[in-house]
């Protein structure tokens, strides 16, 4: 099983400042298939990012990834109040299609 | 416009049964890999199960594995998975998700809103 471990856990950041958030697997991930989701309290994840660098439909320019074999990592520039959120990275190459245990990005 | 709606969840006693059901619409649900993803009051996403588009092919957690079987009835744009010795650690909202595009097995793009199962006495 591929293990995700995501850092920081928690990451307090101001509107208008850039997030990096961390994600790193135990093994390589396979043709880079690693995803990024963002979670609202009480809402279905959504997803932001594909194939570790590309945008899904929708998704502002202010969300950036990148990132291969064991390393990856979200951008997020210049954090709107809406981006509060709690982000998951997920491995989508190897089953079990695991996923990180989240960074929280709240407000400072 | 892509659709999910789940339905089954409830509350069930230790070592219970319980069918969720996934019903789809605004795609051809046929060519779509489809995944359940569940959440734990409080906790973070995992991975439950996948099943691809004519369902001869599926995928389980370790941890239901077993005790859990995915399964799609194309004719009726719906996704169900049976749940059978259900544990209180099964307690969990559970998501279907659809996959985005392109091979393999993943991401997943469309979600569900969820339904909530609580196994307990």
């Known amino acids: 099983e591929i293990v995700l471990t995501q850092s920081p856990g928690t990451l307090s950041l101001s509107p208008g400042e850039g997030a990096t958030l961390s994600c790193r697997a135990s093994?390589?991930?396979?043709?880079?298939?690693l995803a990024w989701y963002q979670q609202k309290p009480g809402q279905a994840p959504r997803l932001l990012i594909y194939?570790?660098?590309s945008r899904a439909p929708g998704i502002p320019d202010r969300f950036s990834g990148s990132g291969s074999g064991t390393d990856f990592t979200l951008t997020i520039n210049r954090l709107e109040p809406e981006d509060f959120a709690v982000y998951y990275c997920q491995q989508y190459g190897t089953s079990p299609f695991t996923f990180g245990p989240g960074t929280k990005v709240d407000i400072k | 416009e892509v659709q999910l709606v789940e339905s089954g969840g409830g509350l069930v006693q230790p070592g219970g049964s319980l069918r969720l059901s996934c019903t789809a619409s605004?795609?051809?649900?046929?060519?779509?890999?489809m995944t359940w993803v569940r959440q734990a009051p409080g906790k973070g996403l995992e991975w439950v199960s996948a099943i691809n588009g004519n369902g001869g092919s599926t995928y389980y957690a370790d941890s239901v594995k077993g005790r859990f079987t995915i399964s799609r009835d194309n004719s009726e744009n719906t996704l169900y998975l049976q749940m059978n010795s259900l544990r209180a650690e099964d307690t969990a909202v559970y998501y279907c998700a659809k996959k985005l595009v392109g091979s393999g097995w993943g991401p997943w793009g469309n979600w569900g809103q969820g339904t909530l199962v609580t196994v307990s006495s």
């Open positions: 605004g795609f051809t649900f046929s060519g779509y890999v």
């Open positions: 194939g570790a660098s």
């Open positions: 093994q390589s991930v396979s043709s880079s298939s």
